[in-house]
Nanobody, 126 residues
Framework: QVQLVESGGGLVQAGGSLRLSCVAS????????MGWFRQAPGAEREFVAQ????????RYADSVKGRFTISRANAKNTLYLQMNSLQPEDTAVFYC???????????????????WGQGTQVTVSS
């Protein structure tokens, strides 16, 4: 059974930084693309970033390009999201997600990522 556990959320002032982590278990972490999604109050869950199984390829939502960096440490079964220059509009619950199929790059939607963590709250004050 795939389990994903996020950590690292919190309250930060605008312009600040946070680093989210997600520890995965239940299958071979290095075989699967991983992603970060977020959901603000009253909004749909939206794609933030994803990374290929090896870590060599990454994709980002336009809203976070140049500010957020996704990375992974396969030896530690851990996914990261470094968030810099945070803005109030980044306030959301952030979710770690794991792809359905090994060695594939899903589309940038939740459809290709059926496994989710419980989420971690990120709040950015102005």
């Amino acid at each position: 059974q795939v389990q994903l556990v996020e950590s690292g959320g919190g309250l930060v002032q605008a312009g600040g930084s946070l680093r989210l982590s997600c520890v995965a278990s239940g299958r071979t972490f290095s075989n699967y693309a991983m992603g970060w999604f977020r959901q603000a109050p009253g909004a749909e869950r939206e794609f933030v970033a994803q990374i290929s199984p090896s870590g060599s390829n990454t994709r980002y939502a336009d809203s976070v390009k140049g500010r957020f960096t996704i990375s992974r440490a396969n030896a530690k079964n851990t996914l990261y999201l470094q968030m810099n220059s945070l803005q109030p509009e980044d306030t959301a619950v952030f979710y770690c997600a794991s792809a359905k199929y090994a060695f594939t790059i899903p589309a940038d939607t939740a459809v290709g990522f059926p496994y989710w963590g419980q989420g971690t709250q990120v709040t950015v004050s102005s």
